[in-house]
């Protein structure tokens, strides 16, 4: 089955450590896309691709960092300055520019 | 600057009612939008996406329509089922690409058995 694969769906960050969240798709897609899911916000959009090896920033980029070394995999890091982590975490993927998105079941990132 | 608003936050109605979600957005110069459900803890599903040069759209028991001159959209949802209970977003496409999307803050639909 053609998907998007967020892993973990749980995870737990001590204050000041970085973390990195996994994203991967099957669906030959070119584009992708992280977000991030706070209660009462719309989603917002932390960094996105549209190709291997390149990737933009978003609305909130400040604390986060990225790559995309193979077109299957867009994974995040959390780093130690992001000041609230807490948040529900969403990858997506299109097949082009026009395209709908396609989403991940998410990860919950927990600061404890 | 667009701006996406989803009113009422949630909502709670009996099983079988009719109902309508709304969106509401401030720059009437949109490509798409589209509606999707997300479940507890989960992803988004794509529900409906109506182009900017369509008045609506429907599968199932649902349809959307979108009236860009007043800026809103709204999903309708008939003969409701307890199944449906979700948090439902629109979501407006402002440029050719998939990350100019506006999202709203969503509405949270409870349907009581």
């Known amino acids: 089955d053609g998907g998007i694969t967020q892993s973990p769906k749980y995870l737990f960050r001590k204050e000041g450590q970085n973390v990195t969240l996994s994203c991967e798709q099957n669906?030959?897609?070119?584009?992708m896309y992280w977000y991030r899911q706070d209660p009462g916000q719309g989603l917002r959009l932390i960094y996105y691709?549209?190709?291997?090896?390149?990737?933009q920033k978003g609305d909130i980029a400040e604390g986060y960092s990225v790559s995309r070394e193979k077109k299957e995999s867009f994974p995040l890091t959390v780093t130690s300055a992001q000041k609230n982590p807490t948040a529900f975490y969403l990858c997506?993927?299109?097949?082009?520019?026009?395209?709908?998105?396609?989403f991940g079941q998410g990860t919950r990132l927990t600061v404890v | 600057k667009q701006e996406v608003t989803q009113i009422p936050a949630a909502l709670s109605v009996p099983e079988g009612e009719n109902l309508v979600l709304n969106c509401s957005f401030t720059?009437?110069?949109?490509?798409?939008l589209q509606w999707f459900r997300q479940d507890p803890g989960k992803g988004l599903t794509s529900l409906l996406l109506?182009?900017?040069s369509q008045r609506e759209q429907t599968s199932g028991r649902l349809n959307a329509s979108l009236d860009k001159s007043s800026g809103r959209s709204t999903l309708y949802i008939a003969a409701s089922q307890p199944g449906d209970s979700a948090t439902y977003l629109c979501?407006?496409?402002?440029?050719?690409?998939?990350?100019?999307?506006?999202w709203g803050a969503g509405t949270k639909l409870i349907i009581k058995p």
């Open positions: 720059d009437s110069a949109i490509y798409n």
């Open positions: 691709s549209q190709i291997v090896n390149d990737f």
């Open positions: 979501a407006v496409k402002v440029g050719d690409s998939n990350y100019q999307l506006i």
């Open positions: 997506a993927s299109s097949k082009g520019r026009p395209t709908e998105a396609f």
């Open positions: 109506i182009q900017s």
């Open positions: 669906l030959n897609h070119d584009a």
